[in-house]
């Protein structure tokens, strides 16, 4: 039972585009959907969260949008730089499961000088 | 501020032996979670403690699989008569508290185990 989906495994940019991640889930009960971005023997790393309240949350480069109808939110990164190349976690969790984070399956991003 | 510390970041076990995982929260942060990632796999959870206490453990394999986080010292994570499916990457997270700006999980660098 796979509650969060990331269903493009890979995705290419160019610098200094925009670069759009998405993700798909489930269950309509999460309350905080994150994003965390992961380098090759490392641990991911917070980027950026969302209520499931809101519709919108920016940070600098990067701006998550949820659309709770379709069950989707995404991550937009402009504009794109070569060190934004890692693999992006999409997760979500819910008050009432202790917060515990659920997965995506990730999304590897190269960003092309 | 140091970030979590995990130690070992590497460990090899031979099937049958013992693995102990070690994770040192945030400064202030008294939540702890782990989780773990198989190859080519998102990171699945496992098992949330605060101090003293395992509050879920719903992710965790009811055998050979323990977790503390003791008064005093790191959380720790066991795996007893290790085998070769445990091989992964086992991640530790914390975060300072439950709810709002709260529920953001700061993680370790991992602990990458293989089972020979």
């Known amino acids: 039972d796979q509650q969060v989906k990331q269903n493009s495994p890979s995705l290419s940019v160019q610098e200094g585009r925009i670069s759009i991640l998405n993700c798909d889930y489930t269950?309509?009960?999460?309350?905080?959907f994150l994003w965390y971005k992961k380098y090759p023997a490392e641990g991911p790393t917070f980027l950026i969260s969302?209520?499931?309240?809101?519709d919108k949350n920016e940070d600098g480069r990067f701006t998550v949008f949820l659309n709770k109808s379709a069950k989707h939110l995404s991550l937009h990164i402009v504009p794109s730089q070569p060190g934004d190349s890692a693999v992006y976690f999409c997760?979500?969790?819910?008050?009432?499961?202790?917060?515990?984070?659920?997965f995506g399956s990730g999304t590897r991003l190269l960003v092309r000088p | 501020n140091a970030g979590v510390m995990q130690n070992p970041r590497h460990l090899v076990r031979r099937r049958g032996q013992e693995a102990r995982l070690r994770c040192s929260p945030m400064?202030?942060?008294?939540?702890v979670y782990w989780y773990r990632q198989l190859p080519e796999e998102g990171l699945k959870f496992m098992v949330y403690?605060?101090?003293?206490?395992?509050?879920?453990e719903s992710g965790m394999p009811k055998e050979r699989f323990s977790a503390e986080f003791p008064k005093e010292g790191p959380s720790i994570l066991r795996i007893q008569q290790v085998v070769r499916g445990d091989s992964a990457a086992y991640f530790c997270?914390?975060?300072?508290?439950?709810?709002?700006?709260?529920?953001?999980?700061?993680f370790g660098p991992g602990t990458r185990l293989t089972v020979l």
């Open positions: 969302i209520s499931s309240i809101k």
């Open positions: 400064k202030g942060h008294s939540h």
């Open positions: 269950n309509s009960m999460f309350d905080y």
């Open positions: 997760a979500a969790s819910r008050l009432d499961s202790s917060y515990k984070l659920i």
């Open positions: 403690l605060q101090k003293e206490n395992i509050i879920d």
């Open positions: 997270a914390s975060s300072p508290g439950s709810g709002g700006v709260y529920n953001e999980q700061f």
